[in-house]
């Protein structure tokens, strides 16, 4: 009986240091035509990471996050969400993810309010439940009082904080943002980054497409590099500093070495 319990508290200890694959991309290429923009991403983000995405413009960036969305389908290779394959039918994989693009997109004819029960009817939500989690949300982004506004009193940035509540009321397993600091003023990316922390914490994933790479190398706990259509570089800061030479290095630092001198970095 000894051994058996030694056995078994064992392997449960090898259980809980197995990671749990939110995202995989396998050898990726494609694009919006025969000619490829991508070529061969590989990547995968597990559990509770927040995941830099970086490059220039043009570089792939955007065209990758179209390919896990499933707005793109892949000429070569699989992008799989915790084990289900990513096509642009399979609402079960999507489900499990939300995006918040660069440019907020709101439906004009909708109060704050409605944007989020919409939200809580797209992914099977109930609207109550939906709305306690936005309470919280809308004080952070000091919201709470224009719950029955439209759009159309909103500032850019408000916009942009109606994006990130209603994908932050959802909980996904994975967080898919473009530029999540554009628009948003110093509070505002405070309470952003505040939120995305308090995420990973619950053991939520975050892939985070940003220029602003100071604010990266702060927060990310990894970094995946697309130069020309192809992945260059993925790891820590300590693995990139290690591939660059570069020993005290700043991610500015090493972008700029891995890349060739380029710096217009988006």
């Known amino acids: ?15 809980k240091d197995v990671e749990t694959m939110i995202l995989e991309l396998k050898n990726v290429t494609g694009g919006y035509s025969k000619t490829p923009v991508i070529h061969n991403i590989d990547f995968n983000i597990s559990e509770g990471e927040i995941v830099g995405l970086i490059g220039l413009n043009g ?3 955007s065209t990758t996050i179209k390919h896990i969305l499933g707005l793109l ?47 809580a009817m797209a992914y099977g ?12 949300l809308l004080k952070r982004f000091r919201l ?30 994975l967080y898919i943002i473009d530029e999540p600091f554009l628009g948003l003023d110093p509070i505002g990316i405070e309470s952003l980054i505040d939120l995305m922390v308090k995420e990973r914490n619950n053991n939520r994933s ?5 220029h602003i790479l ?18 260059i570089a993925d790891g820590t800061i300590e693995d990139l500093r290690a591939q660059t030479g570069l020993e005290n290095g700043t991610l500015d630092d090493v972008y700029l070495k891995l890349t060739g001198g380029d710096t217009h970095v988006s």
């Open 59 to 61: 570089a792939g960036k």
């Open 73 to 119: 389908s892949p000429q070569s290779g699989s992008i799989e969400v915790l084990g289900k394959k990513i096509t642009n039918i399979n609402e079960q994989a999507r489900a499990h993810m939300t995006y918040i693009p660069e440019s907020p997109i709101l439906y004009e004819e909708l109060t704050l309010r409605e944007h989020i029960h919409m939200t």
């Open 214 to 231: 100071s604010t990266a190398e702060r927060y990310c706990d990894r970094y995946i590099i697309i130069h020309d259509g192809r992945k």
């Open 125 to 136: 939500l109930d609207e109550n439940t939906v709305m306690e989690r936005a309470d919280g």
């Open 144 to 173: 709470e009082k224009e719950l029955d506004k439209f759009p159309t009193h909103f500032s850019k940035g408000m916009k942009q904080k109606v994006m990130l509540i209603c994908a932050f009321v959802v909980q996904p397993e």
């Open 1 to 15: 009986m000894i051994y058996l319990n030694y056995i078994i508290h064992d392997y449960t200890i090898n259980l």
């Open 206 to 210: 975050i892939l985070m497409s940003t």
